[in-house]
């Protein structure tokens, strides 16, 4: 089968496509062909060696966590009805034709819900409705979601206006500022602009209620200026590092800190609740994946690049032909 390794840690060069043995199922695992598979930042992350306490990888490895397509062998244990059924799959893998996992990581794609749209569900979908959960915006409270034009951050927006909250939308550039007004947000503003937090500020008439931090880093630290007396920071950016707020000012302020990163991946029964959930509402209509870059299996290289660029419109994928 074709594949991409990382052939050593470092830069989008050390993406290599090569060709691996077919895996086979053991004893309560499936084979999935993969239709789409994930691409998120973490995974540029790790690909330069950040991260080995949580997620642990030693190359050379195929990169990834998942994706969507059709399970085609089941292992001893497994019910052989899951052949043909079309499936997200989450596990520690992803970027070739064929993966192997546990049953326990596999999901039924609903009917009506698009394999491709399914695939940039598995990891965004989980993290935009964990961090719905902790923010738990209100009816009528101003939101402001940083890195809105993102994977995660573009579902964020739309749960946050499905909650009848005020968003406003913070991003790079008018492409990103435009989608987020697409997907409901009230007000946009540019977060290159040194003055950006006063301008939430002022067209929130003093702030914002809760903050969803998806850049971390400088941005995400200075983000936590938007928030009013009271309010709710949540941060969940890396792309610079983690947010850094100033303990004494947000607990002068009144400002609760959550940091959900900090606590490590969530358990495997969360994530499938929260998939299942994300699956559910965008079947349903209620939740729009955006898929901005679609990529052939070979160029997995050019995904990360845009990535680390910040070039990318919402979700990248890589689109996979099995052969």
């Known amino acids: 089968m074709r594949a991409i390794?990382?052939?050593?840690?470092?830069?989008?060069?050390?993406?290599?496509?090569?060709?691996?043995?077919?895996?086979?199922?053991?004893?309560?695992?499936?084979?999935?062909?993969?239709?789409?598979?994930?691409?998120?930042?973490?995974?540029?992350?790790l690909r330069g060696g950040?991260?080995?306490?949580?997620?642990?990888?030693?190359?050379?490895?195929?990169?990834?966590?998942g994706g969507a397509g059709v399970v085609l062998e089941?292992?001893?244990?497994?019910?052989?009805?899951?052949?043909?059924?079309?499936?997200?799959?989450?596990t520690s893998t992803g970027y070739a034709e064929r993966v192997v996992a546990g049953v326990g990581e596999i999901m039924p794609?609903?009917?009506?819900?698009?394999?491709?749209?399914?695939?940039?569900l598995v990891h965004d979908g989980v993290t935009a409705l964990s961090m719905d959960r902790l923010g738990a915006p209100e009816k009528g409270e101003w939101v402001l979601v940083s890195a809105a034009a993102g994977g995660a951050g573009s579902l964020l927006v739309q749960l946050a206006v499905d909650a009848g909250a005020r968003v406003v939308a913070a991003a790079s550039s008018d492409a990103k500022l435009t989608l987020a007004r697409e997907l409901g947000a009230e007000v946009t503003v540019d977060y290159t602009r040194p003055d950006w937090?006063?301008?939430v500020r002022e067209a929130t008439g003093g702030g914002v209620a809760l903050v969803y931090d998806g850049a971390g880093g400088a941005l995400g630290t200075a983000a936590v200026g938007a928030v009013a007396d009271g309010g709710r920071f949540v941060t969940y950016g890396t792309a610079d590092g983690f947010a850094a707020p100033d303990p004494e000012l947000t607990a002068r302020r009144g400002v609760r800190v959550l940091t959900p990163l900090m606590d490590g991946p969530p358990?495997?029964?969360?994530?499938?609740?929260?998939?299942?959930l994300a699956l559910?509402?965008?079947?349903?209509?209620?939740?729009?994946?955006?898929?901005?870059?679609?990529?052939?299996?070979?160029?997995?290289?050019?995904?990360?690049?845009?990535?680390a660029a910040r070039a990318t419109v919402g979700k990248s994928l890589l689109l996979i032909t099995n052969g």
């Open 74 to 90: 089941t292992g001893e244990g497994v019910d052989p009805a899951w052949t043909g059924r079309r499936v997200t799959v989450r």
């Open 50 to 65: 950040w991260g080995q306490d949580f997620f642990p990888r030693q190359p050379p490895y195929v990169p990834g966590g």
């Open 280 to 307: 559910e509402r965008a079947a349903q209509g209620r939740l729009r994946p955006v898929i901005g870059a679609a990529y052939p299996l070979e160029r997995a290289a050019d995904a990360h690049r845009a990535l």
């Open 5 to 45: 390794q990382v052939a050593s840690f470092g830069g989008p060069e050390v993406l290599s496509p090569v060709e691996l043995p077919d895996p086979v199922p053991g004893p309560g695992q499936v084979v999935v062909g993969m239709a789409a598979a994930d691409v998120i930042f973490l995974d540029t992350l």
């Open 267 to 276: 358990d495997e029964e969360t994530v499938r609740d929260l998939l299942g």
């Open 197 to 199: 937090v006063e301008r």
């Open 109 to 120: 794609v609903p009917d009506g819900l698009d394999t491709d749209a399914a695939a940039a």
